[in-house]
Structure formats: structure tokens, C-alpha cells
């Protein structure tokens, strides 16, 4: 429901804020005050094209700000859920125009005017709940919020986008419509990675080869864990074993076994040490570290003694260990840099391609799932298509019948229910498109008078006969449309006297379930309203400006007479709107 529409520049208005009510509000004044300002306001807030025009002259930015109220669990709310947008049970949209560039308006038109000359640039923003938005944002979540139905605009009910969604609402279809939905949205998992799994296997023998390849690789060098510091110690040792044989053979020579040797020598020492430790007691520790060197270096010269017999200068040797490591390293670099990374990337090989090879199993059983649920969704999409071309023809009949009473008596309505237009790549049940809605597509057509073909809403020419027609729908759909608001301008156009009295008790019927603002030239309308709003114009320091205030019980009587009487408002003009208005209350 709107509560509060804020309006700044926007043509002839400086600064405006009215407060709705709940139930039937009616917007009146005299012709060319301007009450298709408030209309062009709240259409751009919603997310309607901003046009030049709009910006107040003389300005260079203007402000249009709607609170709304949204009921906890409807689709707006749910909508505002899914995009973020923080909220509870108030809902706060803004746009701000601004001509680009810094430029204003121009006060009055001239010459530059005309068509491609002089036009002022305008540049956008708008907000939810103090959240810049994107225009598709603004769009997504407006035409739950308020439906303008007018010569120019409708919101909503002239696309055929929402009309599956009306007609289902009319024929309590709601039901079967999820149970499409839900096998729909199972069937696209299982379609997903069906299609994934095809894509892969059309690459799968090649990539099968090339993993067999790397296997065959890693496996004719099979590497051990560690291997290559083994390689590189042993390669060092066969480049410089001659070196190794005549410095281990010599060390060992001084320590033990030539002449002159170390071990030798610390033996003499130790055996005097211990010789004179029987003089002095204290020596005799010294004696036995010297003694325990001399048998550590002579271990050590065994060693080296053993070491320096087993190196041999092997070319032969040699050889073989620089082609197995010149292997070993071109294998780390492509999966290494370790040994351990190469046997690790063997066993990932080896998982991969036991997945590999049960995936032809795989989309065996996907393609038997997908032929399972292709089947039983056409069975409920089939059953729901019936049930809704059933209903096609009682929502055809019924908005007929209130055309008649809106004096529309020879308009003809019908509800087209067609296969939905199969696309690339989707699902087909019966050759239509299978979407979340089921397999068809709906769009109400009318033709206004006999004789002529079934046209879309959309493309009817009369703004008056549209208004009806929207007016129509609304009625019937009263309780089940998705807008909170509805706006109606200029639907009495071309209509009077008991035609006037019918469309205004349609509206009031509506604002039984709905908001409804609407914009009249008829008194008959308007006196059944539950407020009452005037649009006047004042001219002040050479400027004219529009103003809107909510007329009081006794303003309304003075209004409502104006609306009678024209210009000179007489007692026989007071006393009818009075009758009027007593009307409504009674």
C-alpha cells in the first residue's frame, strides 16, 4: 500500500508530500491543473523513463520518494529478500533526475524547443530503503508494489509476461503450477550434468590417452620416494672417485697404516702418559683420553681404509646414472619438484581415470533419470494446460460481463493460451517449451467493438477503452493480482451519466481488496471515495505552480458541485453533491 508520495520539481510542482489512505482515494481539479503530474511522479519513481519534460524549468535536479507498506510474506517482500535489501514492513523507493552536464531546464519553451534542438540531458538514480539500485532492480520489484492503468502506462497488466500469473490465480491453479515448478527445477539439475558430463566425454578419449601417456611416463622411470638426493650423491661420487680413492687411501696411510703413523705415535704417548701417572695419579685421565683417540682415528683409518677400496672409476657406470637422473629430473619438472609430488600426481592419474571410465555408466543412468522426469512433468504440464485453457474461457467470460457494465457491451475478450515458443536447448513436451510455468504461454486479447480482430491490451489505440478494459481485469482479479496499489488516470475518458456510476462502484469494489488512487473528471466517481485530494493551480511572483491538499468533509461537498456545475457553483449543485456523498456513506 502507498502511504506517502514526496514530490520536488517535478513540472509544476516545487515541494509536494501527501499522505494516502487505505480503501478508494480520488485525485479531481479542473482541467489543465495538473493532476497527471502526480501520475508521471509516481510512474517515474516506479521506474518509469525519465523525460526532459519532467524536470521542473528553471531546475537542475528534481525528487520523487514513495514509503510503501508491504506485507510480511508477500512477493515484494520476498523479492527484496532475494536482492539484499534490508526492510521490514516498510518499503522506501527514491529517484533523483538531474540534468546532465549542470545545465537546468529552461524556464519557458522556445524555439530551441523543438525536436532535437536545445533538449536537456537527464541523468538518473534511484534508491530502495537508502540502497543505491540498478534500473532492472527498480523494475523487478515495482510491479509489486502499485499498477498505474492509464492512456499512456500500465505497469503491468498489459504484459503478457504476468498474465499466466493472473490466470492461474483466477482458476486456483497455484497448486499444480508449483508441482511443475519443483519436477522443472529437479529436471535442470539432472539436465545440467547430463550436458557437463556429455561436454567431458566428447574430449574423453583424447584425454583418456594423454592420462595413459603420463601413466606410461611416471611408470617406466617409477621413481622411489627420495630418489633424487640418492642420484645426485652417487653421480658426484663416480665424477670424482679418483679424488675420493687417493684422499681416503692417504688419510688412512697417516692415520694407521703407513710409516710414521698418527696412531702409532698417540700410542707411545699414551703409554708414557700412563708410565708417569704412576708418579702423579692425577695424569692418568689424560692417558686415557689420548688412548681413546688413538682408538677412534685408528676406527676411523679402517673406514676410510674399506671406503678408499671400494670406490672404482666406473665411465660405464657413470653413464647410466646421468641418463637416469637427466630422466628423473625432466619427470620433476613437469610434476614434480619431488619425488613425492610425482607419485602423488600418479595416483591422481589413476583416480582420474577410473572416474573416467565409469562415466558412460553415469550417463546412462542421468539420460534414464532425464527421460524418467521428462515424462512425468508432460503428464502434470499437460494437466495443468488443460485446466487453464478450462479456466481461459470462465476469466474471458467474466471480464466480458463487467466490460458490459463499464458500457463496453460489445467488446469481445478471450484469453489465448498457446504453446510456449520452443527455444535452443530447451526441454519440449508436445513441441512446447517446458519452462517453470508449465508449457504455455498467455496473453489477453480484446477486441473493443464488433467487427474488429482481437488485439493485445497493449496495442489498443483508445486510452479509454484500455482504462476500462485494465479496470475490468482489476475487478475480477480484485483479490488476486500481485500490485498493492492500483492507479487508475483518466478511466472514466468518454463516459457519463449511469456508465460513470458503474465504472466508480467497480473501483470501489476493488478498494475492498486493493489501494486504489484514482484520477476523475466525474462526480459520480469521486463521491464515492474514501478521501478526496484537489489539484489547483496559483501563479506567485510570475511562476505557476500546482498544489495538492486533502479536501475536508465540507471542501468535498464544494468540489463535488464544481465537478456538477461547472464554474458557477449553485444550491441545486451543493444539495446533488451532498445526495452524493451521502450516498456512499449510506
Known amino acids: ?9 517535478i513540472v509544476l510542482i516545487d515541494r509536494l508530500a501527501l499522505e494516502f489512505a487505505p480503501g478508494f482515494n480520488v485525485i479531481t481539479g479542473e482541467t489543465g491543473a495538473g493532476k497527471s503530474m502526480l501520475v508521471d511522479a509516481l510512474n517515474l519513481v516506479l521506474g518509469g523513463r525519465a523525460r526532459p519534460e519532467l524536470l521542473r ?17 508477500s512477493r515484494a517482500a520476498a523479492k527484496l529478500e532475494a536482492s539484499g535489501i534490508p526492510g521490514d514492513r516498510e518499503l522506501v523507493v527514491r529517484r533523483v533526475l538531474q540534468a546532465a552536464g549542470g545545465g537546468t531546464a529552461p524556464r519557458t519553451p522556445g524555439p530551441s524547443s523543438g525536436a532535437g534542438a536545445g533538449r536537456v540531458e537527464i541523468r538518473t538514480r534511484a534508491y530502495i530503503n537508502g540502497r543505491l539500485c540498478t534500473a532492472a532492480q527498480l523494475a523487478e520489484i515495482a510491479s509489486e508494489l502499485c499498477d498505474i492503468a492509464s492512456q499512456h502506462e500500465s505497469v503491468s497488466l498489459t504484459d503478457p509476461a504476468t498474465h499466466v500469473d493472473y490466470l492461474d490465480a483466477f482458476g486456483r491453479l497455484e497448486g499444480q503450477r508449483e508441482a511443475v515448478a519443483a519436477e522443472v527445477a529437479a529436471l535442470g539439475e539432472v539436465s545440467r550434468e547430463f550436458e557437463a558430463l556429455t561436454a567431458k566425454e566428447r574430449g574423453r578419449a583424447e584425454r583418456e590417452d594423454f592420462l595413459r601417456w603420463q601413466i606410461r611416463e611416471i611408470d617406466e622411470i617409477d621413481p622411489r620416494e627420495g ?50 701417572a704412576a708418579i702423579d695419579g692425577s695424569l692418568s685421565g689424560h692417558a686415557r683420553v689420548v688412548d681413546a683417540a688413538r682408538a677412534e682415528l685408528a676406527d676411523a683409518a679402517r673406514a676410510l681404509g674399506r671406503y678408499a677400496e671400494a670406490v672404482e672409476a666406473s665411465p660405464e657406470r657413470l653413464a647410466e646414472v646421468e641418463e637416469r637422473a637427466f630422466r628423473l629430473q625432466k619427470l620433476l619438472r613437469k610434476h614434480g619438484p619431488t619425488t613425492v609430488d610425482v ?77 510456449a515458443t520452443a527455444l535452443g536447448g530447451a526441454e519440449l513436451v ?81 478498494a475492498r ?7 476523475t473528471h466525474l462526480p459520480q466517481i469521486a463521491a464515492l471515495a474514501d478521501a478526496h485530494f484537489v489539484v489547483e493551480k496559483v501563479e506567485s511572483r510570475g511562476r505557476t505552480h500546482a498544489s495538492v491538499r486533502r479536501l475536508s468533509p465540507a471542501e468535498r461537498v464544494d468540489e463535488i458541485a464544481r465537478m456538477i456545475g461547472g464554474i458557477k457553483v449553485g444550491d441545486a449543485a451543493k444539495r446533488a453533491a451532498a445526495e452524493m456523498l451521502a450516498s456512499k456513506s449510506g
Open 1 to 9: 500500500m502507498l502511504l506517502q508520495l514526496s514530490v520536488r520539481n
Open 57 to 73: 524549468s528553471g531546475t537542475d535536479e528534481a525528487e520523487v520518494e514513495a514509503l510503501f507498506e508491504i506485507a510480511a510474506g
Open 227 to 276: 630418489e633424487e638426493t640418492e642420484i645426485e650423491q652417487e653421480r658426484a661420487r663416480l665424477r670424482h672417485a679418483e679424488r675420493l680413492q687417493t684422499t681416503t687411501k692417504g688419510a688412512a696411510d697417516r692415520l694407521y697404516d703407513g710409516e710414521g703413523a698418527i696412531c702409532d705415535a698417540l700410542a707411545r704417548l699414551a703409554a708414557e702418559l700412563e708410565q708417569v
Open 343 to 419: 607419485r602423488a600426481h600418479r595416483a591422481a592419474l589413476d583416480a582420474e581415470l577410473a572416474a573416467m571410465e565409469g562415466a558412460t555408466q553415469r550417463l546412462a543412468e542421468l539420460a534414464a533419470k532425464r527421460a524418467e522426469l521428462v515424462a512425468r512433468v508432460g503428464v502434470i504440464a499437460r494437466a495443468l494446460s488443460r485446466k487453464r485453457r478450462e479456466a481461459a474461457d470462465r476469466l474471458a467470460d467474466a471480464i466480458g460481463a463487467e466490460l458490459a457494465q463499464l458500457g463496453m457491451g460489445r467488446a469481445r475478450v478471450i484469453v489465448e493460451v498457446t504453446p
Open 430 to 510: 508436445d513441441g512446447a517449451r517446458l519452462t517453470r510455468t508449465g508449457i504455455d504461454r498467455v496473453e489477453f486479447l480484446i477486441a473493443p467493438n464488433r467487427g474488429e480482430e482481437p488485439r493485445p491490451l497493449r496495442k489498443i489505440a483508445s486510452g479509454g477503452e484500455l482504462s476500462r478494459a485494465l479496470l475490468a481485469l482489476k475487478r475480477v482479479l480484485a483479490d488476486q493480482g500481485p500490485a498493492g496499489t492500483y492507479v487508475f488516470d483518466e478511466v472514466d475518458a468518454g463516459v457519463g451519466g449511469a456508465i460513470a456510476e458503474v465504472i466508480g462502484r467497480a473501483i470501489d469494489d476493488i
Open 513 to 519: 481488496h486493493r489501494q486504489v488512487c484514482c484520477i
